[in-house]
């Protein structure tokens, strides 16, 4: 009897470990790499109903809505602060293309497509805020996505500046 009994445990344990054994293998070949990945500004997921926001909260739109995207009015005051901002960072993610009057001729202009002059008057006045913050957040044809490297607040700062090149 007692033979059945040990014999019997045996087994159970040895159930248990192949258990284990399968669920450490399934695991181990079902891994990150094998799954489907999101690259930045490839897609945006709209938050969950009810969730609040860590920081930020601003919307992104897909390239695809940018009509929809270009209707959003710009929540920063367009104030001498907030244009001084606008500018530096201008200068440091802008002028490389768009150049330091906004005319498209930057340094790295010389060796690809020519960008948007910023400067000129009738882009201006066809392009709202909306479309522009959209247009910073996940890029264009040639322009790349600033949407991870600038906050919300700062991407309407340099809006606030782009709206001044026109005037110079």
């Not at 891994?31 to 919307?59: D, H, I, K, Y």
């Not at 930057?106 to 913050?133: E, I, M, S």
């Not at 959209?134 to 044809?141: H, R």
Request: aromatic residues 10%.
């Amino acid at each position: 009897m007692m033979k059945y009994v040990f014999v019997l445990v045996l087994l159970a344990v040895g159930a248990v470990a192949g258990v284990q054994g399968l669920a450490l293998l399934y695991r181990w070949t079902h891994n990150m790499e094998q799954t489907q990945r999101v690259m930045p500004g490839e897609m945006n997921f709209a938050m969950a109903p009810g969730s609040l926001p860590r920081t930020g909260g601003q919307l992104y739109y897909p390239k695809e809505q940018r009509d929809a995207a270009a209707l959003r009015k710009n929540p920063v005051p367009a104030t001498a602060e907030s244009i001084k901002k606008g500018g530096d960072l201008y200068v440091v993610y802008c002028t490389p293309c768009h150049g330091p009057s906004g005319k498209g001729d930057g340094l790295v202009a010389a060796k690809f497509v020519t960008p948007a002059d910023l400067a000129n008057p009738a882009l201006q006045k066809a392009r709202t805020d909306g479309y522009w913050q959209s247009y910073l957040s996940v890029g264009g044809a040639v322009m790349p996505s600033y949407g991870e490297s600038l906050s919300a607040e700062e991407r309407w700062h340099v809006i606030n500046y782009l709206r001044t090149l026109a005037a110079k």
